[in-house]
Structure formats: C-alpha cells, structure tokens
C-alpha cells in the first residue's frame, strides 16, 4: 500500500459507569455544569432531557460549548496524551492536537442519564499499512522518536477510533529525485 498523512479521530464516551479519576472529575463537573447553564433556557422548567431542551430551544445547542469550559482543565491535564489509547506495547499514550466536547443526553432530574463525549484529533500521522489488526504509523511526537530518527509504532483498531482525514503520499522515485 501507498504510505497517507492521516489523522485519528477517538470519541471517548463518559457516562454514569465510566471508572477513572478522569472520567470520574468530567462526569460529576459536566452534570454540575449542565444543570446550572440548562436553567437560562429552561426557565419555566417545561423540559428535563437535553434532548427536549434541543428541540423546544434550539440556542440551547449552545451547552456544548459552555459545559465544556468546566472539564477544559481536566483535558489540558492529559498532556496531549488520549486516555486509554496507547501504542500495541501499551507503553505510549496516542497524542491529541485538539479535542472537542460534546453533551449526548443529560436529565436535570436523573444523573443517571448524564452522557458525554470527548472527541480527540491527533495531529498528522504517517499511515504505511494495516498489519492484522493494527494501524502501522510513524509520528513527528517526540515520545516516538528513537535516537533522532523517526520511528514506526503499531496502533490497535478499536471501537470509537476512525481515521478522520486521508491524503496520499507520493512515492520518489530514483527518476524524481
């Protein structure tokens, strides 16, 4: 196969059964966040769902945004690194260049139903092929580097991981040289 600049996508989803310190601080401030911004546009209290809060009013979509300044600190903390997506030796942590917060669905009146997201995009990765189940890439982050050359690392395919954009290389040839 032909090597491609790509970048990754990983959606990671947080929820009330989410364990982690991480995932645990996001969850709780987000709800905490959620239910204080809600009241601005549900001031006559018609609507429990983030769902019917979208529907009825529609500025409403608007809560991504504003909940997501309250785990913004949590996020800069990762370092750059994606949670739980690591490297087939486990060792190294995937980078992130830019995340994005999303609320799925939230209860003002049930915790329980309190969903997040958190989409990660990493910066432009070297694709050389597919090897069983594993993406083969090569990474200009310095924690891949080996001695000043870049080097190769495997990345196993997983659920809420997608390849978010694709441009082929173009191979030199002794002729194009």
Known sequence: MQPAQITLTFRQVINASSTGDFESRVFEDSYIEFIMQAQAYNQEKLYRTFSELKTHKPKSNSLHYKVGFAVGLYVQE?????????????????PFDTHHFEIIESDIEDRQQHQVAIIYTTPPLTWLGVVGDRLLLVSNDQSYLNNGAQATFMLPLQPQLAISSYKALQLQTEESR
Do not use: F
């Open 78 to 94: 990762l370092g750059g690194r994606i949670p739980g997506v690591k490297d087939s030796l486990g060792v190294t942590a995937l």
